[in-house]
């Protein structure tokens, strides 16, 4: 928290600092102006007064010399406008790339913070489930009850860090694609049947159709359907449902993840897919995440051909839809 708010005061202190020496500028450049101006002027005053109104060509010559008096001013006004919209377009320019560092900053603070809390979390519980078998002699029910709930989070913990893995690998154009043939109803259906053991209380409405197979890389297809409902429940009520629809329309197939949560603002939509981000206030969101799903999630799609989209779902809530071409096998 400390180091939150020295970093809030370190901000505060260079937007000042940026907006005082923008000022500073503009002022710098105004009195120039009217220094220029004014030797102009005085200059024109020293010229006139060297003229002999007895001279027959008296008024051509202070005419020329106010002509160029004008003509300066001119040029001076030229100058000040060409030099004050080169320095008004670099301050917008520059302060939105500062803006920019310091949201990109605080959401990688943000993660690191996320991501240690979801680290610990499943480590805390399997380290705490083993210990409990350590000490105490449970019946066989209880047993199995311990390491069906350790080997959950496990599997969470594997798939977190397989998120941060893949996600580093794919932006660092390292990772090697393997595409072959897969069942991708097979893949959802074991995705959706593994968030049912994990969430048995919540109401699921799952209908897949069977025999869609598509070209894709099987490690990154499973990240893909995971992400997509680990979403939809992460921001739904625990009493809302969340619907997983695999079918087909024409010559492509539909993987639809609906959920009941609160929904998506439109001017965020197109933002959930950027790394690190995540809808609503940095420091006041209370959902748990990374920003990292829905970024790997349009990273996948987009190197698979597929096309990933977001909408409202009715009456509430958000409906994740991927269209993607089907194998003929």
């Known amino acids: 928290m400390a180091i939150h708010l020295y970093k809030n005061k370190w901000a505060n202190r260079a937007t000042v600092i940026y907006w005082l020496l923008l000022i500073y500028v503009v002022a710098a450049l105004i009195w120039w102006f009217i220094a220029l101006n004014l030797q102009n002027r005085q200059m024109t005053e020293y010229k006139l007064n060297l003229l002999n109104r007895d001279d027959g060509a008296y008024l051509l010559k202070e005419a020329k010399i106010f002509n160029e008096r004008d003509r300066m001013t001119r040029a001076y006004i030229s100058e000040g406008l060409v030099f004050l919209s080169v320095i008004g377009v670099g301050a917008i320019f520059l302060y939105g790339a500062i803006i920019r560092q310091m949201r990109i900053q605080r959401q990688q603070q943000n993660f690191m913070m996320a991501i240690t809390h979801e680290l610990k979390t499943p480590i805390s519980?399997?380290?705490?489930?083993?210990?409990?078998?350590?000490?105490?002699?449970?019946?066989?029910?209880?047993?199995?009850?311990?390491?069906?709930?350790?080997?959950?989070?496990?599997?969470?913990?594997?798939?977190?860090?397989?998120n941060i893995l893949v996600s580093a690998q794919l932006e660092g154009g390292s990772y090697r694609f393997n595409k072959e043939e897969l069942d991708f109803s097979q893949v959802v259906a074991d995705c959706c049947q593994d968030f049912m053991n994990r969430f048995p209380n919540r109401p699921w409405k799952n209908d897949l159709e069977a025999g869609l197979f598509i070209s894709g890389d099987p490690l990154l297809m499973p990240i893909l359907v995971n992400n997509l409902i680990e979403n939809a429940v992460k921001y739904s009520p625990p009493e809302a449902s969340v619907s997983v629809v695999l079918k087909t329309e024409g010559q492509q197939g539909v993987l639809e993840?609906?959920?009941?949560?609160?929904?998506?603002?439109?001017?965020?939509?197109?933002?959930?897919?950027?790394?690190?981000?995540r809808v609503g206030n940095e420091d006041t969101r209370t959902a748990k995440g990374t920003g990292l799903g829905l970024y790997l999630c349009r990273k996948i799609t987009q190197d698979h051909n597929m096309r990933l989209q977001v909408s409202d779902n009715q009456p509430r809530g958000s409906i994740f839809t991927v269209r993607f071409n089907l194998s003929e096998i």
Do not use: C, W
Not at 261 to 277: D, M, S
């Open 257 to 277: 993840v609906r959920d009941e949560g609160p929904g998506i603002p439109k001017k965020e939509q197109k933002r959930i897919f950027k790394k690190f981000y």
């Open 125 to 162: 519980i399997a380290r705490l489930n083993m210990e409990t078998l350590q000490k105490h002699a449970l019946d066989d029910a209880k047993k199995e009850k311990i390491l069906k709930s350790s080997l959950q989070e496990i599997n969470r913990l594997n798939a977190l860090t397989g």
